[in-house]
């Protein structure tokens, strides 16, 4: 089993749907979340990060956490073409474990 | 506000050179400093990992080797390089002290070895 799964997609969504990424860890002792984007031949870029059970909202994207089902999730509101990327998920418990990423297109 | 550079940008070598891709950071100190390699279609590989000058944690046996011989300067190099090391490399950096908070990545370089 890998530390950090996510589905690889690609996942399509249209203009101005929300768009949900999901990401499960079999880490228990896993303390910190996050998501980063990473567009094509570039870098991978913090969008969120979260701690605590339940949700965090910034602005268009709002991350879950629920650490008893071992599972973090981004929802992206009013999903714009500019959101087409891929998505990677992070937990850090005994080590920093990134996931393979999500794809995600949106489609105008 | 901290930023990171890395160079080069791009990389062609051929097999059996070898490597030297260097990564700084300013605006912090006593960052943790980190190298990634993400090959074609596959999730980020943590190689190394440093929390202090020459303190080096290796992740992954292999013909890499890195040193931290600044503060905010993390080397990754190897005497010869294989046609496995093809990737894109990333340096990244986060706060020093707990290893949970979060890392910020440098531009990378894309190393193709021919």
């Known amino acids: 089993q890998k530390e950090v799964e996510q589905n690889s997609g690609p996942l399509s969504v249209p203009e101005g749907a929300i768009a949900s990424l999901n990401c499960t860890y079999s880490d228990r002792g896993s303390q910190s979340f996050f998501w980063y984007r990473q567009y094509s031949g570039k870098s991978p870029e913090l969008i969120m990060f979260i701690y605590s059970n339940g949700d965090k909202e910034d602005g268009r994207f709002t991350a879950q956490l629920n650490k008893a089902s071992q599972y973090v999730s981004l929802l992206i509101r009013d999903s714009q073409p500019s959101d087409s990327a891929t998505y990677l998920c992070a937990v850090i418990g005994n080590q920093f474990y990134f996931g393979t990423g999500t794809s995600l297109t949106v489609i105008p | 506000s901290q930023t990171i550079h890395q160079w080069p940008a791009t990389l062609v070598q051929p097999v059996g050179s070898p490597l030297s891709l260097e990564c700084t950071v300013e605006?912090?100190?006593?960052?943790?400093l980190y190298w990634y390699r993400q090959a074609a279609g596959r999730g980020l590989q943590l190689l190394f990992y440093s929390v202090g000058i020459g303190q080096i944690s290796s992740e992954v046996p292999q013909n890499l080797s890195a040193s931290r011989p600044q503060d905010r300067q993390f080397i990754l190099s190897s005497k010869k390089l294989l046609l496995s090391d093809s990737g894109f490399y990333l340096c990244?950096?986060?706060?020093?002290?707990?290893?949970?908070?979060?890392?910020?990545f440098g531009p990378g370089t894309r190393l193709t070895v021919l």
């Open positions: 605006g912090t100190s006593n960052p943790n």
């Open positions: 990244a950096w986060s706060g020093a002290g707990t290893f949970y908070n979060e890392q910020f």
